[in-house]
């Protein structure tokens, strides 16, 4: 199991249930949230994500915080927002749902659901995640869904089945979780996620989009990925035949093993997201514009450079490709032979490689400057052939960069740069 701040010997389950709510108490360190549990609103209690994953040793520096309230939530958090200097977030007027942003810190608060907080936990998605925590002395754990024994067993299990119908986007979280918290969906659970998961197109984009970015970063994604393309629950967004793409979204990456955390961290979710989705897929859920980009460039050269081979690239496609991929070259690179992939790689980690950190040996205020050059296209076409001129080394200093520049604007008119096929 992923411990980010421990190993899975450090879980509390196994203590006895006197000790359990101490220990959990003291890993939350109430001491460091940006409110003190005595100025949050009476009979608020801790639930969600927080409990389960300081239950697990899994708490980030800032974990955000889901409180449940009795009453109005609205006005409460307005309120707090003004007294402490926060911000107020209304999330679900209706619901009665907000948040406060303070001090670096994420607070949800959201009205009780029901006649009281039992009826309010079975009406949550996952037992593992309807686990609660009172705030005041002497604290106490309340989990009458069994959580604690899902967490213990490595278990997602779905509460009911109308829960999952209610709110379709639990329908991809059990995916989700699945890859972060490195557990199994249980027979039963899995058997309501593949009879609804047409209802997924129901909710809303960004959330859907919420899901999938943290699917693709968690430590377990291949497996999830795995399960989740057998499920089809992302059909609607994916290509057409994204089951027979040559980049396969589940597949374990092996090459990933020889770069280090940062390259890996750089290169899988980017590799996923674009085996995973279309184009119209990333747009029609409401991807950004620079992650559209970076997906759509990644795979144009997945499909121009299959399986490593680049002989067919002249200079200038070579050059482009360094140009669209320089950040991300590692996830092109992935599923590529392993010798062909270390040299690329070696390469792309020194920042002085000309072609794999391509840059013009002059920039355009000095050109101007120089050459007496005005801004507009015969400007931006020189720094592209300097570029290039450097990248393949035929330039290195200032001075031949500015002979090179001169030579090429007094060049005879029908003249043009001969393209090279590069290995």
């Not at 002395?137 to 109308?162: F, K, M, N, V």
């Not at 197109?201 to 960004?206: F, K, L, R």
């Not at 750089?266 to 029609?284: F, I, V």
Request: aromatic share 4%; glycine share 6%.
């Amino acid at each position: 199991m992923h411990m980010p701040n421990g190993s899975s010997a450090d879980t509390i389950l196994t203590v006895s249930p006197e000790q359990l709510t101490d220990l959990l108490w003291r890993r939350l360190e109430p001491e460091r949230w940006p409110l003190k549990p005595s100025q949050l609103p009476e009979g608020a209690v801790l639930v969600g994500g927080a409990v389960r994953d300081g239950l697990l040793n899994r708490l980030p520096p800032c974990p955000d915080l889901d409180l449940v309230v009795p009453g109005a939530v609205l006005g409460t958090v307005q309120r707090l927002a003004r007294e402490h200097g926060g911000a107020c977030v209304v999330l679900d007027e209706q619901r009665q749902m907000a948040r406060l942003v303070l001090k670096g810190w994420t607070i949800d608060f959201a009205r009780l659901e029901g006649d009281d907080l039992t009826e309010d936990l079975f009406r949550r998605d996952f037992r593992l995640n309807a686990i609660a925590l009172s705030l005041s002395a002497p604290q106490q754990l309340i989990d009458p869904t069994g959580g604690l024994q899902d967490l213990q067993d490595g278990l997602i299990c779905a509460i009911r089945e109308s829960n999952l119908r209610d709110d379709p986007l639990r329908l991809l979280r059990a995916l989700r979780l699945m890859a972060e918290l490195e557990m199994r969906i249980d027979t039963d659970t899995l058997a309501m996620v593949k009879a609804n998961g047409a209802l997924l197109t129901h909710s809303a984009p960004e959330r859907i989009q919420a899901e999938v970015l943290k699917l693709v970063a968690a430590p377990a994604a291949d497996a999830a990925i795995t399960l989740l393309q057998s499920l089809d629950l992302l059909k609607p967004w994916s290509a057409p035949d994204w089951k027979h793409s040559h980049v396969n979204a589940s597949q374990p990456l092996r090459a990933a093993s020889s770069m280090t955390l940062e390259e890996q961290s750089l290169a899988l979710p980017l590799a996923r997201l674009t085996a995973l989705l279309s184009d119209p897929g990333l747009r029609s859920l409401r991807f950004s514009r620079r992650q559209i980009q970076r997906c759509a460039k990644l795979r144009q050269w997945q499909e121009r450079c299959a399986r490593g081979d680049s002989s067919s690239l002249d200079e200038t496609q070579r050059l482009r490709l360094h140009q669209d991929l320089e950040a991300d070259l590692p996830a092109l690179v992935l599923g590529w032979p392993e010798q062909h992939r270390n040299r690329w790689m070696q390469r792309w980690r020194d920042p002085k490689d000309p072609l794999f950190h391509p840059r013009s040996p002059l920039d355009g205020d000095t050109l101007q400057n120089e050459l007496s050059l005005k801004p507009g296209p015969t400007l931006g076409a020189l720094i592209l052939h300097l570029t290039t001129a450097r990248a393949y080394g035929r330039v290195s200093s200032r001075e031949q960069a500015l002979n090179e520049a001169r030579r090429w604007l007094h060049r005879p008119p029908s003249s043009s740069a001969s393209s090279r096929r590069c290995d």
